[in-house]
C-alpha cells in the first residue's frame, strides 16, 4: 500500500499539468499511469490550436512536459488503475500491482478508443492496432484492414493508404456514397460489413466478416479498429452526464468531496490540450 496527499489517475497532459501544479505547492503527489505519459497527444503528428511559437509535434510537447514533471521529482508509477473506493475521506484505489491511498484524487484517464469487442485481445501487438499514425509503419507494403463505423476510420485508412499496399475499409453502415467519391485507388471500402473475429496463426493473417448477409474472409497483416473513442467507465460513483463524461463544477471537482476530473474525460464543450492543460491546473492548485 501506498500513501500519498494526491493521487492522479492519467499521464497525459491533464494530468502531468494537475502534477506539477500540486508538486510546486508542496504536495507529495504521484500520477499514475498504465502506459506511457503522454496520452493521446503522443499520437498526434502536428498539433494545431496550440499557442507555442512554432508549430509542434506530439512526441515532441510530451517530451518536454514529462521532463518537467521528472525535473520536480514527481513520482510515475506504471500500473492500472482496475477499482476505487471514494465514499471515504482517505480515498483507495487498487491498480493491477498495488494499492493507493490519498486524501485527494485527480481522474485524468481521458478517453480509451472503442473496441471490436470479438477476439481482438489475443492479436493486440501481433496486427491489432487502434491508431493508424503509431503503427501505419509497421506494416509498409503490406495489406490492412479498417475496422469502421459510419465513416470513423477514413482518416486513418487515408493515412495507412500512404505506406500500406492495399486498405480495405470494412463498414458497418452504407458508405456507397464515400465510395464512389473515394479516388485513392488503395482504398477499397465494403459497406454493411459486421466484423465477427480477428483469424490468424499468432498473428493476424485476417477477419471474418458477414457482408450483406454472407459469410467472407478478408486477407490482411493487420487489422485497425478505428470505431472512435469513449470516457473510462471507472469511478461509477461519480455524476456523469448522458454521454458518460464526468460532471465537475468550475473548480473541477466531482460530485464527490475530495475528487476532482480534468482534461478528456471531464463532461465539457472543447476537448482539446489547452483546455486540458487548464484543467490541470485548476485541479492540482485545488486538490
Ligand atoms: C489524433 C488526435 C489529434 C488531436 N489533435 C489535437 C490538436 O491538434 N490540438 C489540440 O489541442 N488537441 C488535439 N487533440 C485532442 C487532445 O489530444 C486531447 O484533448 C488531450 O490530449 C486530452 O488529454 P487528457 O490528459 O485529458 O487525456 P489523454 O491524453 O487521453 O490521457 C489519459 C491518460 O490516462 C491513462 N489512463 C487511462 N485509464 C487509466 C487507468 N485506469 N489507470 C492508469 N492510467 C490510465 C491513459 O493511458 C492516458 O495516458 C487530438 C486528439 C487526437 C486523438
Known amino acids: 500500500m501506498r500513501n500519498f496527499d494526491v493521487l492522479i489517475v492519467g499521464g497525459g497532459v491533464a494530468g502531468m499539468t494537475a502534477a506539477i501544479y500540486a508538486k510546486r505547492r508542496g504536495k507529495n503527489v504521484c ?15 502536428k498539433i494545431e490550436n496550440f499557442p507555442t511559437q512554432k508549430l509542434i509535434d ?19 508509477i506504471a500500473d492500472d488503475i482496475i477499482s476505487c473506493n471514494l465514499s471515504q475521506s ?26 471490436l469487442g470479438k477476439n481482438e485481445d489475443e492479436y493486440l501487438g501481433k496486427g491489432v492496432s487502434y ?17 469502421s463505423k459510419k465513416g470513423s476510420g477514413i482518416v486513418d ?12 475499409i470494412l463498414d458497418s453502415e452504407d458508405m456507397s456514397a ?12 465494403v459497406s454493411n460489413a459486421t466484423v465477427k473475429s480477428v483469424f490468424g496463426k499468432g498473428s493476424v493473417e485476417g477477419v471474418k466478416a458477414v457482408v450483406g448477409g454472407k459469410a467472407t474472409n478478408f486477407d490482411a497483416e493487420a487489422v485497425f479498429v478505428c470505431l472512435g473513442k469513449k470516457p473510462t467507465k471507472l469511478f461509477d460513483s461519480l455524476k456523469k452526464d448522458q454521454n458518460g463524461f464526468i460532471i465537475t463544477d468550475e473548480n473541477m471537482r466531482t460530485s464527490v468531496s475530495g475528487v476532482f476530473a480534468v482534461g478528456d474525460v471531464r463532461s ?6 489547452v483546455t486540458a492543460c487548464a ?9
Open 131 to 147: 491508431c493508424a499514425i503509431c503503427d501505419a509503419n509497421f506494416y509498409k507494403n503490406k495489406p490492412v484492414i479498417v475496422v
Open 279 to 287: 484543467d490541470g491546473a485548476i485541479a492540482g492548485a485545488n486538490a
Open 31 to 45: 500520477i499514475i499511469e498504465k502506459f506511457t505519459l503522454g496520452g493521446q497527444v503522443l499520437t498526434i503528428d
Open 178 to 189: 464515400f465510395a464512389s467519391v473515394n479516388s485513392k485507388p488503395k482504398i477499397e471500402v
Open 90 to 115: 482517505v480515498k483507495t484505489l487498487t491498480g493491477k500491482k498495488d494499492v493507493y491511498q490519498a486524501k485527494s484524487v485527480i481522474v485524468a484517464t481521458g478517453l480509451s478508443y472503442v473496441e
Open 157 to 168: 485508412a487515408n493515412i495507412l493508404s500512404e505506406v500500406c499496399s492495399k486498405v480495405t
Open 268 to 273: 465539457k464543450p472543447l476537448k482539446q490540450i
Open 58 to 76: 506530439g512526441l515532441t510537447l510530451c517530451g518536454m512536459m514529462s521532463e518537467q514533471v521528472k525535473n520536480l521529482g514527481i513520482e510515475v
